[in-house]
């Protein structure tokens, strides 16, 4: 009678929308027409933005463009990775959905058409992507970790190109005067990088190679590195 579809990130064909007599169903993370696409949760951490949601459409032909039955907003913690964000709207599709379902079958809700002027397109992520641009100030750097948690994870280069995963980090109040961006330095048993405006505090990283570390097992291990540029 209905398919229903969520976090698929692809295109569904003709052939296979017109086999439920009810038609195809979404459940997108996104208020649509905003972040169409198989990376919205990631692009709204990204982009710095307050608020997201979930969307429950009819699928068209077209990626993510099809008229709507239902949204819900929520606001994004200032703290928000692409995993607890996840799991907040997977949670909330999966509870409003059901109740949603015996109207949308009966005809009681109809789907609205988008307003397709005011659509926006995320893109399919790669490894690449979660690449660190120290050059950028620190706050975008702290959404950039944070929207590739928990992947592929922020990753940036050793002096010895061995890659190095950002995996948690806060933005810090020390100064990054006299720093270049993408210097890595100790400093009170803490391990911090700074930005082109700004630094940040590491709370959890990776070497190449080496299991997840605490600051302290990083310095301990990793001593030589205090003042190295990263890239």
Known sequence: ???????????????????????????????????????????????QQEQTGITIMKMDAKMDHGPLYFQKAIDIASNETYRSLHSKL???GADVLPKLLPDIMKGN????????????????????????NWEQPSDVIDAHIRAYYDWPIAWTLLEDDKRLKIIQASLSAHSSENKEPG??????????????????EIHSLQVEGKKVMTPKNFIDGFHRFDGTKLS
């Open 109 to 132: 809700l109809k789907a609205k058409e988008q307003d397709h002027s005011a659509a926006t397109v995320t893109k399919i992520i790669k490894k690449d992507d979660a690449r660190i």
């Open 1 to 47: 009678d209905v398919f229903i579809v969520a976090s698929y990130g692809k295109i569904i064909s003709d052939a296979v929308l017109s086999i439920p007599k009810q038609g195809c169903i979404n459940v997108h993370t996104s208020l649509l027409p905003a972040y169409r696409g198989p990376s919205p949760i990631q692009q709204v951490i990204l982009d």
């Open 183 to 200: 210097q890595l330095f100790f400093l009170d048993g803490g391990v911090f990088i700074t930005t082109k405006k700004g630094a940040l």
């Open 90 to 92: 997977a949670h909330i």
